[in-house]
């Protein structure tokens, strides 16, 4: 794992006199917006037990200080669920496909897994047998604002484009020493143009985890 601290070569220069809680806020945030935009912390869930007539779970991110951004892939039983996108469920007649005549929710094998928010998620139809760690999903992970580190892909192979993030932030906080609005600007772009080519890379067929990007320092 590797600290806040470890990223300090690659900002303090630039943000001279700025305190270390103000970095470390905005460099946790730099960091929270990259696993969000880019998903490049993927990880195995351990199993879960689907319990009968419950539908609602828990995550329990395998790494600790973690939230789920995204569910990759999940299976039942060793068959795979088909996802319910955000803006389907949203719609209140989407139970209807899994009620039965009398309004009461359908039970049987989930065929379905949503997404309910960085927490919980929900199978349907709701689970009608209790089966022991019989739920696996691939997750896409960000660290939670009060994480103190972070797993070490992020500072061995994209701690300059994180950095360029924090000091896009930093440098727009007004009445600084090192505030500069068009240095902001530059590292945002710098941060934008990282995040996009290590998402053109993912979309081509390569390891998002193994993805190392290279951005000319300013």
Request: aromatic residues 8%; proline residues 7%.
């Amino acid at each position: 794992m590797a600290t806040l601290t470890s990223f300090y070569p690659y900002i303090v220069p630039h943000v001279s006199g700025c305190p270390e809680i103000t970095i470390d806020t905005n460099l946790m945030s730099s960091i929270i917006e990259f696993s969000e935009r880019t998903m490049i912390l993927e990880r195995d869930h351990d199993p879960v037990t689907i319990v009968k007539d419950i539908s609602d779970y828990d995550f329990e991110p395998p790494i600790n200080n973690h939230l789920v951004i995204k569910i990759v892939n999940a299976w039942c039983q060793g068959k795979a669920l088909e996802p319910i996108a955000p803006d389907i469920i949203k719609d209140p007649t989407i139970y209807n496909r899994f009620a039965n005549k009398d309004n009461s929710v359908t039970t049987g094998y989930p065929r379905n897994i949503f997404q309910k928010d960085e927490r919980t998620f929900t199978l349907l139809p709701v689970p009608d047998e209790t089966v022991a760690q019989s739920l696996t999903m691939r997750v896409a992970l960000k660290p939670t604002r009060s994480a103190t580190t972070v797993e070490d892909v992020f500072y061995e192979d994209y701690a300059e484009i994180i950095a360029d993030g924090a000091l896009s932030k930093l440098m727009l906080i007004p009445a600084q020493k090192f505030t500069n609005p068009q240095m902001a600007g530059i590292h945002n772009q710098k941060f934008v143009m990282g995040i996009n080519k290590i998402k053109q890379i993912a979309t081509r067929g390569f390891v998002r985890s193994n993805v190392k990007i290279n951005i000319p320092r300013i």
